[in-house]
Structure formats: C-alpha cells, structure tokens
C-alpha cells in the first residue's frame, strides 16, 4: 500500500541554472536526506517512484512546478513540507504537499495548462490586443529534421500586461499540444518588429483539468 | 532571501556548457559574512568542476578551515575553455564560487596538485585571476599562493609560481600559518618577510627563498636558503591519528553530476604494499587506519547529511583494511535498509570479496578487476607486485563458478629491465583466464562468451619510488609496445574474447618529463601555457608539439630528465623534502628491483623505509 503526494516547489535565484535532470537527482537526495518512507522500483537497482509534472528549463525560474512521489508512510502532509525544507539547498523551497485521492493520474499526464510571466518592455496593449484579434498565428515548428507550420492561437488562452511590463501568459501544456511561452514571445517579435527576450521566463502555475474540464492548479 | 548574485551574466551563463558548474551555492556550501571574517582562502583544484568536486581533500580542508570562526574558504575551479575564451575577451576576472568575488580580493589562493598535467591549469587561474604568474612579481595586492597534494612532492617545475609549497597532509599546520599571516599583516611586514616566517613553519617551503646551482652535466649540484634560519630539509607533515582527524561529515553535494557521485569514505591512508612504480604507496606512510567504529559513525551521518545513494571506500588499498569485513558487513546491512548502494572499490578476488560483490552488485553486469601491472612473474617481482599468475587464475576460477564473465585487467608498459617477451606475457595471461572460463564454466551455463578487457598504461618512474632512478621509454617506445601487444593479443586463440586500450603515449612522455624535472621546466611550462596549453590532462585537448616547440624555443632538453637512467649519487631536485621514507632505502630497492628480488609488506616484516620516524600507524602498533 502506498500513497502518492503531489509536492508543489518553487526554485528562484542563481539555482535556475540547473537543468531538469539535475534537479530531479536534487530532488532524489533531498527526499533521501528528509528521511521520507518513500517507496521504491523493484528490480536490482530500486530508484524512488518520482515524477516531475513539466521539465523546468535551464534559467527558468518557478512559482510553482510540481512532482510526485510515492511513499509507503507518512505522517502527514505539512510534516513532510517542513522535513524537505529543512533539507533544502538556498532558492528552493517546498511550498505545499498534497496526498492524491487513489487511482489520480500523475503529474505528467494531467497537465493541460501553464501560466508565465516574462519581462517585455517594448510590448504595448495595443498589440496585444491585436495579437489576440487574429484568427490563427503561425509559427514554424522543428521537429527533428523537418519544419512544420503550427497555428498557436488555440493554445493562447490568455494574454495580459501587468506593472512593470510583465506579460502574463496562460498557455496550453501537455502531451496533447503544448505551446512554449518562447513561441508566443517569437511570434509577438515577428509581427510587431519588437525585441523580446525568452531567457528569464518565470512559469507561476502548472494546471489540469477538473471533471468538468476546467483548469484547476495540480495541487 | 536570495541575495547572492552572480559573477557571470545571464548572457554568458545560457552560452556556455553546464552554467550550473560557476554558481555556487550547491547544499552543505558555506556562506559567511565577509565583514565577519579575518582571512578568506580561495581553494582550487586545476580542473574543471565535475572532477575537482569529487576530491576528498579538498572537502576536507574546505570544511576544515570553514570551521575556523575567522576564516572563509571558498572554492575555484579552472573555467572550461568555453568561459576561459569569454572571460578573457570580455576582461571578467576569475571568481570564487560561494561570493562570487574576484578571486584576486583573497588572501590566499590554495591549489591542490593531483596530476602534473594540470600545471598550466594554474596558470590559467591565475592569469584569469589578475595575479601575476611569477611569484617574485607579486605584491601584497595580490594572495598568497600556495600548493598541496601528491605533485609538491617534486615542487620544482612549478616553483616559480608559488609563494608556498605545503609538503604533506593539510589537517596540521594551516592553523599556525593563518595566525601567522594575521600576525604578519597586522604587524605590517614585508611579503617576503610573511613568506620567509612561514618557511620556518613545519612542512612550509618557500621556493623562492631558496638558490638553486646545478652541476656541469645538469644535475642539481645543491640548494642554498637565503636566511640562514631556513630550513635545509622540508620535513612532511604527517596526521598521527586518523580518527582524531578532522573529517567533513557534511560534504558539499554538487547539483550536477560529479565524477564521484557518492559518499566517500577514507578508511585509511597510507599503503602496506611495497609496489616499486607507486608514488602514493610511499608518501603516505606509515599506513593508518581509521577505526571501524568512527567509520560506521561517519557512514550514518554522511547519508543523513548528504542524500547520496551510493557510499563507496576509499584508501590505497581496500582489502588491506583490518576491519574490512566488520564494516562491510555492518554497511550493507545498514544501506539495503535504506536503499542505498555499496559501491566496492576494486578488492582483491578471494572467496570474502567475492561473496561481498555477489550481494551488492548484479553479477552478471559487473566485471572483476585485476591489477597484475606486468604480464611476467619476472616483471612482477622487479616491480614488487605480490602477486601471482596462480593467484590470478585462482581468483577468475572462482569467480567464473560465482557467475562472473566479465574481467578486467590493468598492466603497465615500458617498466624498467621489460623485454618484449615480458610483453606479450600480457597477451598469455589474457589468454589463459579465457581459456580457464571454458574450462571451467559448462557450454549449457555460459551467458555468452567471457569478455576480457585489457588496459595498458605507461609507466612514468616518479620521485620518491624505488624507480626514480629508472630510465622511461620514449613515445616511439611505448608506441612499439603497444602494438606488440596489440598484436600478440591478436594472435591468441582467444582473441575475439579479449579486446584492448591503450593509454596516450604523448601525455605519459610529458608527464614522466614534469614528474622528474628541476626548476629549469618551470619556463616551458610558462611557454607552453603561452603557446595554447591548457587542459592538458584531456586528451582531446592535449598538444604535444606545442610542449616539444616549448621546449625548444627555451633550449631544454627534455630527454634528459626522463631518457637516461640516474646514477645512484645523483642530487635529485626533490632530495631536499624529507617524506619519511629515505633515499637509501629506495636506492636499496632499486638495487633489488633490479636482481629480481622482492621485499615483503609492512604487515608481514618491517623493511625498515623510514618512515617509522612518524612514530604513528603500523610502524607504532603490533603487526
């Protein structure tokens, strides 16, 4: 018997730098040293049962980035927030932890939408709302050796500018269509002949879909 | 929160390969208040990141001096050629990880030696650091820069470079020469006056306070200090008991994956074994053990502190550990409860290793090590080897019933008196351990056929061996030996069975050269680093013909220092470092190496090296 607790994290400061795989064996150590009954893969090499919601990019800060792991006991939920903070390496910090009902689905695959914000000085409303008037907004996609056109305007969901020229942007995620906030910020430079800069993008949430198919935070 | 900020900008960072090796701030770094701080030392290992952070000392010293309510030790790594290219061009002077500030800004600047190939790995450091690279152009402005670990046991060819050289075990006197420097900078002394204190200090030589001459065949004629109150002979500084010993339970974690990615355990230091080619067999004695109670306290605290998992012992010689199978035992109980992984170091195949692999690795997946050095009995008992074909063929038979089908084998090319026919000895005792996996592994229980794998290096005499007198090969040399033993290996019935790797003969031929040289090699090596030599330990970055055009243009001979074979009156340039072992031993072993004749371990009979001077180890305790 086991129960999968869904650990809700930020990662702000020089620690960005770290790419995805790291941070997981981060993560892996972390949870080793918080003395968590977590619980393991047969076979002759057991590893922790983990699994990270959305790959975080190098330099990519987050507000709220999500994993799961299975444990075999736990006390309760705020113990073990607080056991992983008092573990943690500066500018990452747990923020929640949630025991999932039985039979969820996992991180990975309930993602459905992500939110982001990103510094764009030289983008004004009017743009923006123009941007959003169109119909369809094609990008050139690389898959492996070929290019594709992809329409992304389906995946936008939402665009704003907030104080100091930060743009919010909710966008599709997941494996059933993802759309990168650097697209959006390539397709807003294209067509307007503004500077963007897609390097210090900060994602705030990561959703899924409740059953009536609205977006609710993963945890 | 987060106040720490970067050295390098977010434009540099997303350029370059792994930004995450110059950030800092990995679990366990220490961060301290520079307001709050005396003296700040800036520890470097010449290397890139992934493999200076997998070195134990200098976990050891970091968390030692760290510590030190006064000190703030941070550490430096040689920036990969990618940043080294940006930080040049765009004039970023070199910085230590934890504040991020110019390394410059130190007080001292601390490099642990590993390997001669990382000479102009310094350099670099400390051009990139702004800090003059001859030392007798430094200021106060500018760090004390000091040397350590296994290289300084020769510290000539880099004697220019260095304001201090520590001769031994780091753990002893760095207390006194901080207090000293804190004293000195207080009293407003000279630099040279500091340096010329501290080379009173036990273990502290300060090169550039010392005259060399050399006789008229190029040999070191004598060394004269330019204060009387020097010392003739640098004695090494040695600890007496491990277990009093400072070591770092909370190690740093790196974010990235280090070389050595686990919890590193030293179980002793020191070696028992008399192998006539080992450096560290000698410098390190007496032998020393840490006891198996402090180990299984270290173990605990070491997981708990780390999240590792995987733990793995470290010493010369694993298997010569007397608690051994206590601690094994205790290990892997204590780690499979907490899925942890025992990681061995290679033991000698007897019927305890063998049972000890079969519970903690997947015996089909892990591979034997064998380390017979030289393929003849002949040539194992000139290098002082203990052991036998028999013991070999022994170890593979079992392990072959155990289920094992994978073996590997190192051996060393170009040792002293070597004749072909003890080369393609290697090629015989390959043969022979796949032919004992036929004979005695059943066709129905054989998983495919057995996969030898055979390594050769070339043997680089170095000082303070029995073999530092010993003539080394040329790269035309070792190149012939190689394909002779390539081709001996293809000419056996088993070949398919047995496949083989070589070491680069360029790199061995340059390293014999730094091993060995006087302070004469010290302008090539400054030549070199200005002709492009960098990374040399890499092998893809390695140019030979720059280091032979180095050595021209500044009129050396390099042959010299490795070609010929050493009288035994020879001054050496590293006779004045006292290391416990003496000259006269080693000369009596040279002697004995050369009839074939070998000597027993420490454990079995004393034979009297020297180094029982230090009153401390083996030397001290029953055998």
């Known amino acids: ?80 927030a607080d056991q992983l903070n008092g ?61 594709s056109m992809e329409d992304i305007r389906p995946g936008i969901f939402a665009l704003e500018l907030r104080e100091d020229h930060m743009l919010f942007m909710k966008l599709k995620s997941g494996s059933d269509g993802n759309i990168k906030p650097a697209a959006v910020l390539g397709a807003l430079s294209e067509i307007f002949s503004i500077e963007t800069d897609s390097d210090r993008i900060i994602r705030l949430e990561i959703y899924g879909k409740d059953g009536e198919g609205t977006l609710v935070p993963l945890g | 929160m987060n106040t720490r900020s970067l050295a390098l900008s977010h434009d540099i960072l997303m350029k370059i390969e792994k930004p995450a090796r110059y950030i800092g701030g990995e679990l366990n770094s220490t961060m301290k208040e520079k307001a709050r701080v005396k003296l700040r030392f800036a520890m470097c290992f010449p290397d890139v990141y992934e493999i200076g952070m997998s070195h134990l000392g200098m976990q ?119 207090d000293l420097y804190l004293a000195c900078r207080e009293e407003g002394v000279s630099r040279e006056e500091f340096l010329h204190r501290a080379g009173r200090i036990g ?86 053990e840490r006891s198996v109670e402090t180990l ?79 393929g003849s009995q002949r040539m194992r008992d000139i290098i002082n080897k203990g052991l036998t074909k028999e013991d070999i063929l022994h170890g593979a038979k079992m392990a072959f019933e155990g289920g094992w089908n994978k073996v590997k084998l190192y051996f060393m090319l170009g040792l002293p008196q070597e004749e072909d026919a003890d080369i393609t000895a290697i090629a015989d005792l390959c043969n022979d351990i796949a032919a004992l996996y036929y004979e005695t592994v059943p066709k129905e229980n054989r998983q495919g056929r057995i996969q030898i794998t055979a390594s050769t290096s070339f043997f680089i005499p170095k000082p303070f061996t029995a073999f530092q007198w010993a003539p080394m090969n040329g790269m035309e040399e070792f190149v012939r030996k190689a394909m002779l033993t390539k081709n001996s290996i293809m000419e056996k019935l088993n070949k398919k069975s047995i496949s083989y790797h070589w070491h680069e003969a360029g790199t061995s031929v340059m390293e014999g050269i730094l091993a060995r040289g006087d302070r004469r090699v010290g302008k090539v090596i400054l030549d070199a680093y200005r002709h492009g030599c960098i990374y040399d330990a890499w092998t893809e970055q390695y140019h030979h013909d720059r280091w032979m055009e180095a050595f021209e243009r500044q009129g050396l001979d390099w042959e010299f220092y490795i070609l010929r074979e050493r009288a035994a009156d020879e001054v050496f340039p590293w006779d004045f470092i006292d290391c416990g072992v003496t000259k006269r031993y080693l000369l009596r072993e040279w002697e004995r190496a050369k009839k074939g004749e070998t000597t027993s371990n420490c454990r079995e009979q004393c034979s009297g090296c020297g180094a029982a001077s230090y009153q401390c180890g083996i030397c001290i305790s029953a055998r």
Request: aromatic residues 10%.
């Open chain 2, 296 to 374: 299984k306290r270290y173990a605990g605290e070491l997981m708990k502190n780390t999240g590792y998992e995987e733990i793995s012992l470290s010493s010369l010689s694993t298997s010569d550990y007397t608690g051994l199978q206590e601690l094994l035992e205790y290990l892997i109980a204590e780690c499979s409860a907490r899925k942890i992984n025992v990681s061995l170091p290679s033991l000698r195949i007897d019927a305890f290793s063998l049972d000890v692999m079969n519970k903690v690795q997947d015996v089909r997946k892990s591979s034997l090590t064998f380390a017979p050095e030289a």
């Open chain 2, 60 to 178: 050891i010293l970091y968390g030692m001096f760290n510590e030190m309510e006064d000190v703030w030790c941070e550490r430096v790594f040689s920036p990969w050629v990618d940043l080294d290219q940006i930080l040049r061009r765009e004039q970023i002077p070199l910085f230590a990880l934890e504040s991020q500030e110019p390394v410059s800004r130190f007080d001292f600047l601390g490099f642990t030696l590993q390997y001669e190939m990382c000479y102009t790995n310094v350099l670099q450091v400390l051009e990139l650091s702004g800090i003059p690279l001859s030392a007798k152009e430094r200021t106060w402005k500018d760090p004390i820069v000091i040397g350590g670990g296994p290289c300084i046991y020769n510290p000539e060819p880099i004697a220019d470079f260095f304001d201090l050289i520590y001769v031994g075990e780091g753990e002893t006197r760095y207390r006194e020469l901080f």
């Open chain 1, 87 to 147: 573990v943690m390496a500066d500018g990452i910090r747990v923020i929640s932890v949630t025991a999932l009902p039985e039979g969820a689905k996992n991180a990975m695959a309930s993602v459905a939408a992500a939110d982001y914000l990103v510094s764009c000085p030289a983008l004004t409303d009017d743009m923006l709302q123009q941007f959003l008037l169109r119909k369809e907004i094609i990008i050139a996609k690389e898959t492996g050796k070929k290019t």
């Open chain 1, 1 to 80: 018997m086991s129960t999968t607790l869904r650990i809700k994290f930020e990662r702000t400061g020089p620690v960005c730098y770290i790419g995805h795989l790291d941070m997981m064996r981060y993560f892996q150590k972390a949870v080793m040293r918080a003395g968590i009954d977590v619980r393991y893969s047969e076979g002759f090499n057991p590893h922790q049962i983990m699994s990270f919601a959305y790959p975080l990019g190098v330099s990519m800060e987050t507000r709220g980035d999500y994993f799961d792991i299975d444990v075999l006991s736990y006390p309760d939920c705020e113990t073990i």
């Open chain 2, 203 to 288: 273990g502290i030589y300060a090169p550039n306070l010392y005259h060399v001459t050399y006789a008229q065949d190029g040999t070191v004629q004598g060394m004269t200090p330019e204060y009387e109150d020097l010392p003739k002979t640098i004695r090494k500084e040695t600890v007496t008991d491990l277990d009093a010993a400072y070591y770092p339970l909370k190690p740093i974690v790196p974010f990235i994956r280090a070389t050595q990615d686990r919890i590193v355990l030293e179980v002793q230091r020191g070696c028992i074994r008399g192998c006539r080619f080992c450096q560290a067999g000698q410098i390190y004695k007496p032998i020393r």
